[in-house]
């Protein structure tokens, strides 16, 4: 289990989170779900380390697949995923599990939407970290795409055994790849629904009405 206690975060004097407590069970996919402005994102950096904050948090190796993938468009793909220190064998496996194979010596404008996100899970993956933190990966895609993305992480995170940590506004895309679903508004924990063990349409249901009632 991974503990955070007592989170504190204020933007300009304003509290996103005070005294905030939040945990992750580990080899398990968690997603927190909420409105827009309601600190997701904000959870996600602290835990990363990309932003200061009040707390003990555990010090953690943390991959991250962004909203956007932030690929570096001069490189190709296999240059791209090369940056984080991977060696060529390491990349060919990765890039064969999220069906890229054929994409190695391509530049990412070459690419589409969902490509380039399966460029930013590869990236992640090699990066190795003891957590993958996902920041609404599947935003920019249709709804095809979502579902083919959703499959494919669910695979390769039984596979691995990862411990993910998964931001979305989507109760639909967040049960499609959580076990467990954190509904959170104004900085509080609103409602901790697990979804293993339990109908996916009472999950849901469960889901939109912390959602509409928070």
Not at 52 to 75: H, M
Not at 105 to 125: C, D, F, M, N, T
Not at 152 to 164: Q, S
Not at 181 to 205: F, H, M, P, W, Y
Request: charge should be neutral.
């Amino acid at each position: 289990m991974i503990e955070i206690k007592g989170l504190t975060k204020k933007y300009d004097g304003k509290a996103v989170y005070e005294n905030f407590d939040f945990s992750l069970e580990e080899g398990r996919t968690t997603c927190v779900l909420g409105e827009s402005g309601s600190g997701k994102t904000t959870l996600l950096n602290c835990i990363a380390g990309l932003t200061r904050y009040e707390c003990e948090i555990p010090k953690l190796k943390c991959s991250y697949v962004f909203q956007t993938p932030r690929l570096v468009p001069n490189l190709t793909v296999h240059g791209n995923l090369a940056l984080i220190g991977a060696d060529d064998g390491e990349i060919d496996d990765v890039l064969e599990r999220v069906k890229l194979a054929d994409k190695r010596g391509a530049y990412p404008a070459e690419l589409s939407g969902g490509q380039k996100q399966r460029v930013s899970l590869a990236r992640a993956l090699l990066y190795g970290g003891e957590i993958m933190l996902l920041d609404e990966p599947f935003a920019s895609l249709d709804l095809k795409l979502k579902r083919g993305m959703a499959r494919l992480f669910n695979e390769i995170a039984r596979e691995r055994g990862l411990t993910a940590l998964f931001v979305t506004h989507d109760p639909d895309e967040a049960l499609s790849v959580a076990n467990r679903v954190v509904v959170i508004n104004g900085g509080k924990t609103v409602a901790d629904i697990k979804v293993d063990g339990q109908s996916l349409e009472n999950a849901r249901e469960r889901i939109i009405s912390a959602l509409v009632n928070a």
